[in-house]
């Protein structure tokens, strides 16, 4: 039997939650379909140590502040975790957990939402599943043939894991220098931290309250016409969270570059230089979740869908939020995520 709703929100995660607290708001009948079953969205998968960029006031989602953790300036993931659970408490959003989203299509009536629990008809659809269950890898020479362990940053866990080992951290980012931060400092593994440029630290005292601001600021530069500031990219890549300072201030962050290729006991350089390795940890970020839209045939550069804002330029009942800067300014954050939310939930009630 097909159920029906005004709105169907695809993934139940920080923007999901943010879609359905402006959804309420603006009077309409909703479901949230996470293919979690617990909430918390990918908050629950990370990785031990991990903390938040910003302070707690600075990472909340609208209408409710994320209250402080005890003894931490930057929460950790559990904590988030607990935010976003009492969240979707708070709110009462109907969110159907453990609910897997396969396909969504045009209908005659509006856009059918195909479900391992059901199907929905709505007359417009939210994709916020985000991207952390579609991890990229590259097409490194030798990734077949190297006899170790290879795991992306979804993977990783803690130093125990790799105790005794002799372990390659690939990746430049926040993930890369955070994860090689996290092994170095533990001291029982052996770290080879390569990047595929020279690491770009953020200054020590920048953290993700001005980081949200720098994003801001270019949207509305670019939104107005001038020029084009270059945002997050003209500042660095690498927040330096304490870990990372404590790391790379004591000598324990200096990346080699990329190797050319994989051998069957670690890697190699163009010059021939190699290292051994008993695991590879590939830092090497995400792409968009998006394959249940792929009836909707809306794809456009770079595996993006086009958009104007939220709204999917292709087809007027879909909004995408969450995924990066291309669905809003700072949107794949939990204070990035609100206003976006809100202006795709004051679209979507003015749909006849």
């Not at 559990?78 to 979707?88: F, I, R």
């Not at 170790?148 to 125990?160: D, I």
């Not at 069957?264 to 839209?293: E, K, N």
Request: aromatic letters at 6%.
């Amino acid at each position: 039997m097909t159920q029906h709703a005004d709105v169907v929100v695809v993934g139940g995660g920080q923007a999901g939650l943010a879609a359905g607290y402006h959804l309420r708001r603006q009077g309409l009948d909703f479901m949230i379909l996470d293919a979690d079953t617990a909430p918390g969205g990918a908050w629950q998968h990370m990785w031990e140590s991990l903390h938040l960029f910003s302070p707690a006031e600075h990472s909340s989602l609208p209408g409710r502040l994320m209250p402080a953790q005890p003894g931490e300036t930057y929460p950790d993931a559990g904590h988030v975790v607990d935010y976003l659970t009492d969240y979707e408490k708070r709110y009462g959003l109907p969110v159907q957990h453990g609910t897997r989203v396969g396909a969504v299509r045009r209908d005659a009536g509006g856009l059918l939402v195909e479900a391992d629990t059901g199907i929905w008809l709505a007359k417009a659809v939210i994709s916020a599943t985000g991207t952390w269950s579609r991890p990229f890898l590259p097409a490194v020479p030798g990734r077949s043939v190297f006899t170790g362990r290879q795991l992306h940053t979804v993977n990783y866990c803690s130093p125990a894991d790799f105790a005794g080992q002799r372990v390659v951290v690939v990746g430049g980012g926040n993930s890369g220098a955070q994860i090689a931060a996290d092994l170095a400092l533990d001291g029982n593994a052996h770290v080879t931290w390569v990047t595929q440029r020279p690491p770009r630290f953020l200054p020590d005292d920048i953290d993700g309250r001005a980081l949200f601001d720098v994003a801001a600021a270019r949207r509305r530069a670019l939104d107005a016409g001038r020029t084009d500031t270059g945002g997050l990219a003209s500042l660095g890549d690498i927040v330096a969270v304490p870990p990372v300072r404590a790391a790379r201030d004591a000598g324990l962050l200096t990346a080699k570059p990329m190797f050319s290729r994989l051998t069957a006991s670690g890697v190699r350089w163009d010059d021939g230089s190699r290292a051994g390795a008993d695991a590879i940890v590939w830092c090497t970020g995400f792409r968009p979740a998006l394959s249940h839209l792929a009836p909707l045939n809306l794809r456009g550069p770079r595996g993006h869908i086009p958009t104007d804002g939220t709204r999917a330029l292709g087809e007027a009942r879909l909004h995408l939020l969450g995924y990066g800067d291309w669905t809003g300014p700072a949107s794949a954050t939990l204070i990035g995520v609100g206003r976006p939310a809100r202006d795709a939930a004051r679209e979507i009630a003015q749909l006849s």
